[in-house]
């Protein structure tokens, strides 16, 4: 499909729709993952690569391991060795994987796993004893020598259903994949720039069987590309959450009385790191038979028993075995925090796409809304001097949601088949925007190529989440600059439905990177 066959109509819903349900972040999202975080995703994401001269491919990054400390030593933020971490494809719209990239990660200690040991005392009385770091020295692109401690990883392609599919092991020249070393601080990398060179010497060219075109791999530690006003907002909306300037901004302070302005401070990821499996493809790799769009997701699961060595030593800590266990999932952000009830979080996150149904009454019923209008009504009124019945909106079933959380939009994001289930939607076809020129609001900013259409690392996506939570679609949406009334609900269902709803904490483009891996660099542990 190209670029100009979009229908308007079918732009407006899925840019104001689709943003609705599904944004966010997912950090600590279920009661049973906070106990596992090396398996926590935190973000996914999944769209045409922006990058000069590779058009013709799909990144996907699963980010794992939330609100990572940068001086979080001295053993930093390692995966888990026993855990595997998947990146899944549906190309035909079934809801059922058609590939599946696994990595399986292994750790290590120099000498035969005993560490760097130093000589410590006077001669006659010397004892040979392991220091306590992860590196003894200077770590740059030119040499490593001086780590002790090392990751390597395994990549998997599973072609057909994850547990009956035909693998294949993907390798780097034959040897193992190296994830770098955390980003310790300056003294260890020398600089920024250091590190950077270090770590993009991790960045692997690989064949994927079937594919004429080589791919691109990397896993190490990227600054969190997510921004959002995440204690407030989980202390029952500690703020007032309305443009508080007459546009974002503008600091005239001429918005809604009280309301929040846009700062960078409002971001409580800001100095937070995370680790971030990327994987770009080329396109033809992944579309398979289906029409060009394609649904994706991550996930990670352990075997299904782990018992504990009660001696344990560095390689030797515990005794797994049986079933490979989901225990993580992640597509459309935000999902299992604010939609699912805290007595299926769990569930959804052993839960696969097929069986989303079981979910449906979180869509056709969400309770957010009537959370935020427990929370604002009377506020809303006395500050207004108005008499709102309710802030919520009062079209049921909330088939606006619906369309959006499991199903995607006709003529943008909808597969092949229409299987209702909740992942990422990207239109291959649809042609990547450069960095420079993204609107943080994807296709609500005239930019096809960003949420929901997939989503990038800068598409800023919880105020339209919270305006549309709130009932935008049913006022009139500008379409070519002209507002028009989509006919899926009216203004008099969502009495605050074209109220400009924020956080506070922006998001764009800029702050990421424009080459593989778009994530930018990790905070340094130490300047």
């Not at 109509?9 to 993952?33: D, K, M, Q, Y």
């Not at 990572?68 to 719209?93: C, K, L, R, V, W």
């Not at 606006?400 to 959380?405: G, K």
Request: charged content about 15%; glycine content about 10%; hydrophobic content about 40%.
């Amino acid at each position: 499909m190209k670029n100009k066959q979009v229908s308007k109509l079918a732009i407006t819903i899925a840019a104001v729709l689709a943003s609705g349900f599904v944004n966010a972040s997912s950090h600590r999202e279920a009661p049973n993952i906070t106990r596992f975080p090396t398996l926590d995703s935190t973000d996914f994401y999944i769209f045409n690569s922006y990058e000069e001269g590779r058009s013709d491919y799909v990144t996907m990054i699963a980010n794992y391991i939330p609100l990572q400390d940068a001086y979080g030593g001295p053993n930093y933020f390692a995966m888990d060795p026993e855990a595997t971490y998947s990146i899944h494809i549906d190309n035909d719209g079934d809801a059922i994987e058609d590939m599946t990239f696994a990595f399986n990660f292994a750790k290590s200690l120099p000498n035969d796993n005993q560490g760097v040991a130093l000589m410590v005392g006077p001669e006659g009385n010397q004892k040979s004893v392991a220091v306590p770091l992860i590196n003894v020295g200077g770590i740059s692109a030119q040499s490593d020598a001086n780590a002790n401690f090392a990751e390597t990883y395994d990549l998997t392609l599973v072609e057909g259903e994850m547990s009956t599919g035909t693998k294949t092991s993907i390798t780097a020249s034959g040897a193992a994949f190296k994830k770098p070393l955390d980003y310790i601080g300056n003294k260890t990398f020398t600089s920024a720039a250091g590190y950077s060179e270090y770590a993009n010497s991790f960045i692997y060219n690989v064949q994927i069987p079937g594919c004429e075109a080589a791919a691109r791999v990397f896993v190490g530690q990227r600054k969190d590309p997510f921004v959002v006003n995440l204690g407030k907002t989980f202390d029952l909306v500690n703020y007032v959450p309305v443009e508080g300037d007459s546009a974002p901004g503008n600091g005239d302070g001429e918005g809604f009385p009280g309301g929040i302005t846009q700062a960078s401070a409002n971001d409580n990821l800001a100095d937070k790191n995370v680790t971030s499996i990327a994987i770009e493809v080329p396109k033809a790799c992944v579309t398979g038979e289906g029409n060009g769009t394609i649904g994706a997701w991550t996930t990670a699961s352990l075997p299904q028993a782990r018992i504990l060595n009660p001696n344990p030593t560095f390689d030797k800590t515990e005794v797994n075995g049986g079933a490979l266990t989901q225990v993580s999932r992640l597509g459309s952000p935000l999902v299992n925090e604010l939609v699912i009830g805290i007595k299926d979080k769990d569930k959804f996150s052993s839960s696969h796409p097929k069986n989303d149904g079981q979910f449906a009454d979180y869509v056709t019923h969400p309770s957010l809304p009537e959370l935020l209008n427990i929370l604002f009504r009377d506020a809303v009124n006395t500050t207004l001097g108005a008499n709102i019945e309710t802030l919520a909106p009062t079209n049921f079933p909330r088939v606006d949601l619906v369309t959006a959380f499991l199903t995607g939009f006709e003529g943008v994001n909808q597969m092949q088949i229409v299987t209702p289930s909740e992942m990422l939607r990207l239109n291959t076809a649809i042609s990547a925007t450069v960095a420079a020129e993204q609107s943080p609001f994807g296709v609500a900013g005239d930019d096809l190529a960003g949420f929901p259409n997939g989503r990038r690392p800068g598409d800023d996506v919880v105020d339209i989440a919270l305006r549309v939570v709130m009932g935008a679609l049913c006022h009139p949406i500008p379409i070519a600059g002209e507002p028009t009334n989509l006919g899926i609900c009216t203004p008099e269902d969502a009495s605050v439905g074209n109220v400009p709803f924020t956080d506070g904490a922006p998001s764009n483009a800029n702050m990421m990177m424009t080459t593989f891996p778009y994530l930018a660099a990790p905070i340094a542990g130490s300047e």
